[in-house]
């Protein structure tokens, strides 16, 4: 299945949508306004809360949890310290999943529990942050949708405050 992820450019919080392959919005995303650190919103096309993402006050390196609908702690996606590459690990209930990527950020593999799960790749020369995902599974799709933005907000939000 393959999902395309987009941020709304002109907008006064970060946004996302979701789309399908035909171009159907499957999942919107919208950040808070007024936080300490940045809490994001994972809705599906009906409007119903899905995903709950929230970051960690850490003082190096960045940390996001995950959350479903029912405040129940799905995932905590940890940024670590590597040469020359982008290296996160995400603790899950679904499983331990790794994230690999290139120098630039650009191109991820997600492994669950050492297998191939998926693949993100980020396009290059676009108005703001677009990704395309693909899963396996379409049941997963919520979960690795709030997982790719917090990976997105965990490397490149990151790398503009710092």
Same mark, same amino acid.
């Given at each position: 299945?393959?999902?395309?992820?987009?941020?709304?450019?002109?907008?006064?919080?970060?946004k996302?949508?979701i789309?399908?392959a035909?171009g159907?919005?499957v999942?919107d995303?919208?950040?808070?306004?007024?936080?300490?650190?940045?809490?994001l919103?994972l809705?599906d096309?009906?409007g119903?809360e899905?995903?709950?993402?929230k @970051? $960690?006050?850490?003082f190096l390196?960045?940390? *996001? +949890?995950?959350?479903?609908? /029912?405040?129940?702690?799905c995932?905590? !996606? #940890?940024?670590?310290?590597?040469?020359?590459?982008?290296?996160?690990?995400?603790?899950?209930?679904?499983?331990?999943?790794?994230i690999?990527?290139?120098?630039m950020s650009?191109?991820?593999?997600?492994?669950?529990?050492?297998?191939?799960?998926?693949?993100?790749? @980020? $396009?290059w020369?676009?108005?703001?942050?677009? *990704? +395309?995902?693909?899963?396996p /599974?379409?049941?997963?799709?919520?979960? !690795? #949708?709030?997982?790719?933005?917090?990976?997105?907000?965990c490397l490149?939000?990151?790398?503009?405050?710092?």
């Open positions: 299945m393959k999902l395309y992820i987009k941020q709304r450019v002109f907008s006064f919080n970060d996302y949508d789309m399908d035909e159907n919005v999942y995303v919208q950040s808070e306004f007024f936080t300490l650190a940045a809490k919103h809705y096309s009906n119903q899905q995903y709950f993402i @970051k $960690k006050l850490t390196l960045a940390e *996001y +949890e995950i959350y479903n609908n /029912s405040n129940y702690l995932a905590t !996606v #940890s940024q670590e310290f590597a040469f020359f590459k982008s290296k996160l690990n995400v603790n899950s209930s679904f499983g331990n999943f790794e690999n990527g290139d120098f650009m191109d991820y593999d997600i492994l669950r529990n050492g297998q191939y799960y998926g693949s993100v790749h @980020k $396009k020369f676009s108005w703001g942050d677009s *990704y +395309e995902l693909d899963i /599974s379409p049941e997963d799709a919520g979960f !690795v #949708s709030a997982l790719v933005i917090a990976i997105d907000n490149h939000n990151e790398n503009r405050n710092n």
